[in-house]
């Protein structure tokens, strides 16, 4: 029935933290290999499109089903209703984070100045770094609680009837 709100929740949220997850092991630390040369690269590779581009489409509509998810699984159980508030309320977390944490510094990293902003480039890439393995974490921390209402829903749906 409304199943496909929950596996699409997890599907894009899967999606999501292995997407951040590759930019934790593949490019960010290419931009921070060689810092200016590796920054400049990274701004000349990323001049039409660039991971953000991914994430504002994927992250918004994975937003949209984990609501949906917690509207339509409501009265499914008190612990369904607990596990995908919580899947929804941190994957808002993360995009939260994305916005206050992680934008401020791609402005620092691909934005300003080269030659005038080298401490605060290296500074930005190795925060940013550190901390997109605390939103990833966030992530998969959305992932299970979506994957543990998902149980709820099927052990709802599936209880033996025992006959005596």
């Known amino acids: 029935m409304l199943k496909f709100l ?3 929740f997890i599907t894009l949220t899967a999606g999501l933290l292995l997407a951040n997850i590759y930019s934790s092991l593949v490019d960010a630390p290419a931009w921070d290999a060689d810092i200016p ?34 509207v339509f699984f409501w009265n499914t159980s008190r612990h369904a209703r607990l596990f ?5 309320l941190l994957a808002i977390s993360a995009d939260i984070m994305t916005f206050t944490y992680f934008y401020p510094r791609n402005t620092i990293i691909f934005e300003s100045s080269l030659t005038d902003n080298l401490e605060n480039i290296r500074a930005a890439s190795a925060q940013w770094l550190t901390m997109n393995w605390v939103r990833s974490l966030i992530v998969a921390l959305a992932l299970c ?6 149980n709820e829903v099927y052990k709802k749906e599936f209880v033996p009837k025992l006959d005596m």
């Open 6 to 8: 929950i596996f699409g």
């Open 145 to 150: 609680f979506a994957f543990l209402g998902l």
């Open 84 to 88: 995908f508030g919580l899947a929804f």
């Open 37 to 70: 040369a590796s920054v400049q690269a990274a701004r000349e590779h990323y001049k039409n499109h660039n991971p953000g581009d991914f994430f504002r489409i994927f992250s918004p509509v994975n937003q949209l089903l984990g609501f949906l998810t917690v």
